[in-house]
């Protein structure tokens, strides 16, 4: 009997290990479009798209290929609704008796998938740099783990940006470089790609059965294959890379991609692999096309954080995505879905998010989570809108980047001390604040900058936590030395702030 051969929605490589592993003469290739995959979370429109798309362009690939496959599409009258559900009935269908997997990325999936009454073998998914059991034993013994440190050994590990034993240029992190204020204007812009009759189909069929869901569905524009995504990439690190280091951390309004690659979505359905993503940087720089700032920081994102995050997933296992170190109960503010806020950033940062699955670095983490953070939000609930909002959103990823990084709420695994800002740390980034209908110079009242005094009543509620923090202490030392009437001043302005948006009112 011939095997089932599961490839998911962001498996999409024709070296994944569970095609590596099959028998083309024999085995059945089986992906599907599920209900249960789609709506687990309400996926952005454009996330479901492209994953659709790019899994009907990669199944006809395997069949041209050579391979037998069996696809379900969503609209298949007979459609079993999940993952073990398409299993089981292909199963009746071709009477295979056992299935080959790759590793889901997500508990969830892995958790059916070892309950499936028909025994599933998952296979490492070795589309990364790092394995699970090489994790595990750095993380061993350590008091801390820090990226930085495991960044080192992955770029000994692949030689990226290597020469010698030593690093290129004689420093390991070129980041403090990386730090400038958004430019005068952006002459660059992503690839665009205009949908083909394979993409134009999925449109249509996103459009009836999520076109409810938060976000805008069309122009759609991404890459939903190989060639089309290292088109992408070869734009990127033409075009954006060589500026790429400079603005990594900037904002513009109205400038949603700045000098952002925008392939994580690429990258992680499998279009794309880290190898030739970073080879690509990397031959930039060595042709004198882009600065070592920019390749060394571009690298870093991709074998150091990328990676750290997974290692971090699976280090912590099931439950890691219900932490809540800080208590931490506020509902999810209604704008998060509508972008209707007088705060221009957020207004940003969410508007973009809504008409492109995408925002950048820095508005995920210092725009959208770190309001959430200090309006003390469930970090469940934020957990949950970044899981569906973006199309790069997996758990093996986004959960370490959200509860972790953004939201401590995992008490310091992934940052050693919380990312929270007042106002100012986003004037200095972006040209937003001077276009906001709040004052980003005043400190409290009703027209001040509700990251302001937020971002102290924050500091105040945690005190205990926090104040021994060395890389906190400075910021304990300003609060404890303001006078008693001002700090009773910024507390009633966060309180006044938190009660409108409890209330429902527009803030
Ligand atoms: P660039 O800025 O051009 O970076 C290049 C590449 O580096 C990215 O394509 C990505 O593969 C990798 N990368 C950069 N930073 C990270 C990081 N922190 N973790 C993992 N990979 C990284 N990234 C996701 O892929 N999926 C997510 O669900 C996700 N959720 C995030 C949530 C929060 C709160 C934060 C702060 C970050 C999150 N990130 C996530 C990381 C980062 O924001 C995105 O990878 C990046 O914005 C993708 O856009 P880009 O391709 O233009 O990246
Ligand atoms: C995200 C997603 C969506 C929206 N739909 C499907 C699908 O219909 N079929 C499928 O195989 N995979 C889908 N995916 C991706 C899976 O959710 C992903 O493989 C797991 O979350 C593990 O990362
Ligand atoms: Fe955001 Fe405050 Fe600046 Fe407005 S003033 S854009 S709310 S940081």
Known sequence: APRLVLVLGDQLSPDVAALREADKTRDVVLMAEVGSEASYVPHHPKKIAFLFA?????????????????????????????IPGEILRAAEVTGAKEVLATEPGEFRLIAALEECPIPVHQLPDDRFLCS????????????????EWFYREMRRKTGLLMDGDAPEGGKWNYDHENRKPPPGSVEVAPMRFTPDDTVAEVLELVEARFGDNFGTLTPFWFATDTAQARRALSHFTKTALPHFGDYQDAMMK????????IVSMYVNAGLLGWREVCDAAEAAYRAGDAPLNAVEGFIRQIIGWREYMRGIYFLEGPGYTERNVLRHDRPLPAFYWSADTDMLCLAEAIGQTRDEAYAHHIQRLMVTGNFALLAGVDPHEVHEWYLAVYADA??????????????FADGGIVGSKPYVSGGNYINKMSDYCKSCAYAVSQKTGEGACPFNALYWQFLDRHEERFSKNPRMAQMYRTWNRMDEEKRAATIASAEAFLAKLDAGERV
Request: aromatic share 14%; glycine share 8%.
């Open 254 to 261: 109205g400038e949603r991609f700045l000098y952002h690659a």
């Open 54 to 82: 790019a899994m009907r362009k990669f199944a006809a690939a395997l069949r041209e290929g050579g391979w037998t496959v069996r696809y379900t599409r969503l609209d298949d009258p007979d459609n079993a609704g999940s």
């Open 394 to 407: 997996y758990e093996w990823v986004e959960a370490p980047n959200v509860i972790g990084m953004s939201q």
């Open 132 to 147: 699970h059991a090489e994790f595990a034993d750095w993380a061993e013994g350590r008091k801390e783990l820090r990226m």
